[in-house]
């Protein structure tokens, strides 16, 4: 396995537009440290209790998404440092993450997760709780959030024909409130789609941030993804 070569390969195959998000989960520091010697600079945890050791490692050049299930009681540890949050699937957790970038003195760019698969396991908003957000006067009220744009995760299927219907239908929806009289800290920049199973995909159907792990690092032992 060659870290550098990996990330290469994936960079040629990727359309202009559309960046790589390394995920590290359950990566040591050493191998991110070779990904980031060769030229990777965007890195995806889905763990607050990884990320923030390995942001304490590592060059602070490094930009560190939260791309898992956050839970509204970790955000403190993040939020002095996180780059982009793409998991946001709750008005509760984005109250939390102004009332802690607030502290930091910072404004976080967050990513609302929409439900798109067809699996309960998913977390996310509806279209429908989305439009209903961004009209609330509790979302007028957050000074210290950006939100930029949307993230989904496709069914896990080998149906190809599902898994594109599913992306198209988020990148639908990211056009219409990119079209859309959005609030001044909302705006349709980003679209998270596509991890290392389905990532072409994505990118074919508009994905900006594609979050590939086992493509770069090798495949993950079973007992690591619980």
Request: with cysteine.
């Amino acid at each position: 396995m060659n870290i550098k070569n990996n990330i290469n390969n994936l960079l040629q195959n990727l359309p202009a537009g559309c960046a790589l998000v390394a995920v590290s989960k359950t990566k040591p520091v050493e191998q991110i440290a070779e990904a980031y010697a060769a030229g990777q600079r965007v890195f995806g945890e889905n763990k607050v209790q990884e990320m923030v050791p390995k942001h304490e490692a590592l060059p602070k050049d490094i930009a560190w998404h939260m791309i898992g299930h956050l839970q509204s009681n970790k955000v403190k540890y993040i939020a002095p440092f996180v780059t982009l949050i793409h998991s946001v699937d709750s008005a509760r957790l984005l109250e939390e993450i102004d009332k802690q970038a607030a502290k930091a003195n910072r404004i976080i760019p967050c990513l609302l997760q929409l439900h798109i698969a067809e699996e309960d396991t998913k977390f996310g908003f509806s279209e429908d709780e989305v439009l209903q957000l961004f009209q609330s006067t509790a979302f007028a009220g957050l000074k210290h959030i950006q939100v930029q744009g949307l993230m989904g995760m496709a069914t896990l299927t080998e149906d190809e024909g599902q898994i594109r219907k599913e992306f198209h239908g988020l990148k639908t929806f990211f056009e219409k409130l990119k079209s859309s009289a959005l609030p001044s800290h909302a705006m349709m920049k980003e679209l998270s789609m596509g991890m290392s199973s389905d990532y072409k995909i994505a990118a074919e159907e508009g994905s900006t941030l594609v979050r590939v792990g086992s493509a770069i690092f090798g495949e993950r032992h079973y007992e690591n993804q619980k």
